[in-house]
């Protein structure tokens, strides 16, 4: 079992930033792969950005194309914890960001994914 919980979320103005952080605990403490994803009201659960364990000391990172250039998704394995730093928000990124990780899927589709955060809400305002 991953627990997984997050935070850094808030409201902020369109424009602003924000670090959004989501610790990892339990068995094994450091998943394959972490990843974002966010959920707006009345939408579908969106991807965002997942980083990878390559086997070695390597992880690879990707990014949905709309969140290519203002989110950067990162991983501290030391302290079990993936971020996201997010620039230039927008009123249209307010949405609940939610952490997931698996043990060995690594790809875009929420369905596939074992664990889950709680979430942390987002607003921009405009």
């Known amino acids: 079992q991953v627990q997984l919980v997050e935070s850094g979320g808030g409201l902020v103005q369109a424009g602003d930033s924000l670090r959004l952080s989501c610790v990892a605990s339990?068995?094994?403490?450091?998943?394959?792969?972490m990843s974002w994803f966010r959920q707006a009201p009345g939408r579908e659960r969106e991807f965002v950005a997942a980083?990878?364990?390559?086997?070695?000391?390597?992880?690879?990172?990707h990014y949905a194309d709309s969140m290519k250039g203002r989110f950067t998704i990162s991983r501290d394995n030391a302290k079990n914890t993936v971020y996201l730093q997010m620039n230039s928000l927008k009123p249209e990124d307010t949405a609940v960001y939610y952490c997931?990780?698996?043990?060995?899927?690594?790809?875009?589709?929420?369905?596939?994914?074992?664990?889950w955060g709680q979430g942390t809400q987002v607003t921009v305002s405009s």
């Open positions: 339990g068995r094994p403490n450091s998943p394959y792969t």
């Open positions: 980083t990878t364990w390559s086997g070695t000391n390597i992880y690879y990172r």
């Open positions: 997931a990780a698996d043990l060995s899927y690594s790809g875009n589709q929420a369905s596939q994914y074992d664990y």
